[in-house]
C-alpha cells in the first residue's frame, strides 16, 4: 500500500499541463527575446523547426495509424449498416448547429462592419499583407470527387490524402473480413495476414505513444517561433477578428458539445472535458486533428467508449467532424463580407455555408487545412479575386491561434460523436481485449494519469 502511493505521488503531470507550461514558456521567450539570437546562437526561428519536426512525425505516423485501424476494426468488429447512418446524421447534426451559431453572431453582432471603410488601412499597418501565390480555382462536384480516388495503392500514403486512405482500408478491410470470415467457418486459425494486421497496428500505438511524449518540447518550441516572429502588437488591429472567431469556436465547443455529451451520451462534463483534456491540448498544440488520432484514441478508451465507435469516429468519420473549420470558413467569410460593405441575402449566406462543409469535408486534418481552403469559400462568397489575395495574409497574422482552437473543436467533435455512436448501441458499452486501444502501451498509467 505504501509502494502504491508513493509511486502515484512520482508520477509526472498530465500532457495538457505540459502543454500549457510549454506555450507560456515558449511565449514568454518569443516575446523577450523575437527573433533576435540568444545561448550561444540560438534562435527561436530554429526552435520552432525543431518542434516542427516532431509534428511532421507525429502526422506522417497518423496516416498508417488509421489505415490500420480501420483494417483491424473491420476485420475483428461488427459494422452495421445503422452505426454508419447513424454517423452522418450526428455529424449532420452537429455542423448545422455549429453553421447556426456562426451565422447568428455574424447577422446579431455583425463584428465585420467595424473594419468596414478600414481594410486598405489594415493592410498597410500589418507586416507582410501582399498578395500571395495564386490559389487554385474550384472544380466540379464530379472533378472534387475523382480528385479523392488514389490513382495508385500508395499515392493515398504519399499525399496525406486522408479520404483516400479511408476509401483504400474500407474496400481492403472488407476483403480481410470476408477472408476471415470463411476461415472462421471452416473452423481454420486465424490467417497470416490478420495476425500481420493487428501486430502493424499494435506497433504503430506504442510508437506513436512514445513520440506523444515529445509534443510539450514541439509546443514551446513553435510558440516561441511564432511569437516571436509575429509579436503581440498585431492583436491590437485584428483583435475584433479574432475575438468573433473565437467566440463562435467557443460557444459550440464549450456549451454545446458538453451538454450533448452529459444528457445524450451520458459522460458528465467532468469525464468529456476531464478525460479529453490530452487530446484537446494535443489537437491545440499540434494544430493538427489527424496527428492527435491516437491520443484521441486513448482518451477515449479512459470514458469506456467501445473501440468500434471510438474507431468509427475518429478514424473513418474523421473528415465528416470538422466542426471547427466549417465554422471558421463560413465566419471568416461573412466577416470580411461585412467589413467590404457586402450586403449579403440569407440564401447567399447559405451558399456560403454549404461552401465550407464541403471545404471542411473535404480538407486533411493537417496543420493549416483551413486556412488552404479559405480562398474558395470566400470566392463563394463574392468576393473578388483581389480583394481575397489581401485580405489573406491580413488573416494569416492571427490565424495560428484560430487554427490551433479549430483543431481543438475538430478533435472535440470527434470525441462526441464516439460517445454517441457508443449511446445508440444495444449492448453496453464494452472494448474487447483484442481490439481495445493499446493503452498499456503508451503506459498512461506512468505517463498521463488522469
Known amino acids: 500500500m505504501t509502494t ?9 503531470m498530465p500532457l495538457y499541463t505540459q502543454v500549457l507550461i510549454a506555450v507560456i514558456c515558449g511565449g514568454l521567450l518569443g516575446v523577450i527575446f523575437g527573433q533576435e539570437p540568444y545561448l550561444g546562437g540560438i534562435t527561436n526561428a530554429q526552435l520552432g523547426k525543431l518542434g ?17 485501424a480501420i483494417l483491424d476494426a473491420l476485420i475483428r468488429t461488427s459494422l452495421p449498416l445503422s452505426q454508419g447512418t447513424r454517423l452522418l446524421v450526428i455529424c449532420l447534426v452537429n455542423v448545422t448547429v455549429a453553421m447556426t451559431i456562426g451565422l447568428v453572431i455574424m447577422n446579431t453582432w455583425q463584428p465585420g462592419l467595424s473594419w468596414q471603410g478600414h481594410v486598405d488601412q489594415l493592410l498597410q499597418l500589418v507586416p507582410g499583407s501582399k498578395s500571395p501565390a495564386k490559389v487554385a480555382t474550384s472544380q466540379t462536384p464530379i472533378e472534387d470527387l475523382a480528385a479523392y480516388i488514389p490513382r495508385t495503392i500508395l499515392a493515398p500514403f504519399s499525399t496525406n490524402n486522408i479520404i483516400g486512405v479511408v476509401l483504400l482500408a474500407l474496400v481492403i478491410g472488407a476483403l480481410l473480413r470476408r477472408l476471415h470470415t470463411n476461415a472462421a467457418q471452416r473452423g481454420e486459425d486465424d490467417l497470416a495476414i490478420v495476425r500481420v494486421v493487428e501486430w502493424i497496428y499494435e506497433w504503430l500505438v506504442r510508437i506513436l505513444g512514445w513520440i506523444i511524449h515529445l509534443v510539450p518540447l514541439a509546443v514551446f518550441g513553435v510558440v516561441a517561433q511564432v511569437v516571436g516572429k509575429s509579436g503581440v502588437g498585431v492583436f491590437s488591429i485584428l483583435w475584433i477578428f479574432l475575438v468573433a472567431m473565437l467566440a463562435g469556436l467557443t460557444i459550440h465547443a464549450l456549451i454545446y458539445y458538453p451538454l450533448v455529451a452529459w444528457f445524450v ?11 479529453g483534456a490530452d487530446a484537446i491540448m494535443t489537437a491545440m498544440s499540434c494544430n493538427s486533428s489527424l496527428a492527435t488520432v491516437p491520443v484521441t484514441l486513448h482518451c477515449l478508451n479512459r470514458m469506456n467508449v467501445s473501440a468500434q465507435s471510438s474507431r468509427l469516429a475518429a478514424c473513418v468519420g474523421t473528415n465528416l467532424n470538422n466542426d ?16 467590404l460593405g457586402y450586403d449579403l441575402p440569407m440564401l447567399s449566406q447559405f451558399l456560403i455555408v454549404a461552401a465550407s462543409i464541403i471545404a471542411g469535408a473535404g480538407v486533411a486534418g493537417i496543420p493549416e487545412a483551413g486556412m488552404i481552403v479559405l ?27 484560430i487554427a490551433r482552437a479549430r483543431s481543438g473543436v475538430n478533435v472535440m467533435s470527434d470525441m462526441l460523436v464516439a460517445i454517441l455512436l457508443d449511446a445508440g448501441r444495444n449492448s453496453p458499452a464494452a472494448v474487447p481485449a483484442t481490439v481495445r486501444y493499446q493503452a498499456e502501451a503508451a503506459q498512461p498509467s506512468e505517463s498521463q494519469p488522469s
Open 265 to 275: 451520451g451520458k459522460k458528465s462534463p467532468k469525464v468529456y472535458l476531464g478525460e
Open 4 to 12: 502504491t502511493k508513493s509511486t502515484t505521488n512520482c508520477l509526472p
Open 52 to 68: 516542427m519536426f516532431v509534428v511532421q512525425l507525429l502526422k506522417t505516423l497518423a496516416i498508417p495509424l488509421i489505415f490500420f
Open 324 to 339: 471547427g473549420i466549417t465554422l471558421y470558413e463560413a465566419m471568416a467569410a461573412l466577416f470580411l463580407a461585412q467589413a
Open 375 to 401: 480562398p474558395l469559400v470566400l470566392s463563394a462568397a463574392g468576393l473578388p479575386d483581389h480583394v481575397i489575395a489581401a485580405a489573406i495574409p491580413l488573416i494569416m497574422t492571427v490565424d495560428w491561434i
